[in-house]
C-alpha cells in the first residue's frame, strides 16, 4: 500500500520545491544542457488525501498547478531552458483529456522556454500500473502547449509506433523510449538500432529525440548504466547511416 497524505489545511509551498537549487547544482558541474523536470498537478495530487479542505484530487491538483507553475517561473529565471513536465498519471487515469490540458496550461503558463509533456504508465515498484494504451489520449493530447512528447515504446515492444507520425504532424518533437527501464533484459546496440529504424518509418529525424522509457529510478545503476550505454551507441548507428556523423 502505498502511503497518502491528507490535506488538513490549505496546500502551500512557501519554499517552493526544491528545483531551483538542484539546477543551479547541476549547473556548476556541467557545461551540456540540462531539461528541468517535475511531477505534473495531478500526478502529485494522487499522494493526497483532500480530507475535509478539498473537494476531490482535481480540486488538489489545480492548487498544485499554480504551486508548480510559480517553481518553474522561478527555475527559468535562474537559467533553465527546456523543462518538463512528467505526468504518469495522465495515461494511467485517462478521464477528459481536455482537464488535464487544462491544469497543463495553467502550469505552464508565463513560461516561453522550450517545454516538454513526459506521459508513461506508472513505474511503481518497476512495473506499469496501468493499461498500457495512448490511444484513448489522442487526438486532444496534440492540443498540449508543449514543444514535445515524451512517451515509452520499448516496455510495449513498439506498440503505437505509428502515433510519431500524429506528433510529428502536430509539429512537435517525439522523445521516443527506446530502453526499457523496467526491464533486465540489456538491449544491445543493434536492437536500439532496429527500434530507431522503425521509428524514422513514421516521422522524420528532426522530429525525433531518443530517450529511456521513463527514469531510471527503480533500475539497478549497473542496469541502468548499460542501458544508456546501449542506447547512445544505437542512436550513433543510426545517425552515421543517416550521414549525421
Not at 506498440?159 to 540489456?186: C, F, H, P, Q, W
Request: with cysteine.
Amino acid at each position: 500500500q502505498r502511503e497518502r497524505y491528507e490535506a488538513v489545511s490549505p496546500i502551500t509551498a512557501p519554499n517552493g520545491l526544491g528545483l531551483v537549487a538542484e539546477f543551479v547544482y547541476a549547473r556548476e558541474r556541467t557545461i551540456k544542457p540540462i531539461k528541468v523536470t517535475c511531477p505534473g498537478p495531478f500526478t502529485l495530487a494522487g499522494r493526497i488525501l483532500p480530507g475535509s479542505v478539498y473537494r476531490d484530487r482535481v480540486e488538489i491538483a489545480y492548487i498544485l498547478a499554480e504551486i508548480i507553475n510559480a517553481e518553474l517561473r522561478a527555475v527559468v529565471q535562474a537559467g533553465a531552458e527546456f523543462i518538463q513536465i512528467d505526468e504518469p498519471s495522465m495515461a494511467v487515469h485517462v478521464g477528459d483529456p481536455r482537464t488535464f490540458l487544462d491544469l497543463l496550461s495553467r502550469t505552464l503558463r508565463g513560461i516561453s522556454v522550450r517545454k516538454g509533456l513526459h506521459l508513461c504508465f506508472g513505474n511503481f515498484m518497476g512495473r506499469p500500473v496501468a493499461r498500457r494504451q495512448y490511444r484513448p489520449l489522442f487526438p486532444a493530447i496534440l492540443d498540449a502547449e508543449v514543444d514535445e512528447l515524451a512517451l515509452e515504446f520499448a516496455n510495449r515492444e513498439m506498440s503505437e509506433v505509428e502515433i510519431a507520425r500524429e506528433v510529428m504532424l502536430a509539429g512537435k518533437t517525439l522523445a521516443a523510449g527506446v530502453v526499457d527501464v523496467k526491464n533486465y533484459y540489456i538491449e544491445s546496440p543493434e536492437y536500439v538500432a532496429e527500434r530507431i529504424r522503425m521509428l524514422l518509418t513514421y516521422i522524420s529525424p528532426q522530429h525525433l529525440v531518443i530517450v529511456p522509457d521513463c527514469g531510471f529510478s527503480q533500475t539497478a545503476r549497473w542496469a541502468a548504466r548499460a542501458k544508456l550505454r546501449a542506447m547512445v551507441a544505437g542512436t550513433h548507428i543510426v545517425r552515421r547511416e543517416l550521414g549525421f556523423e
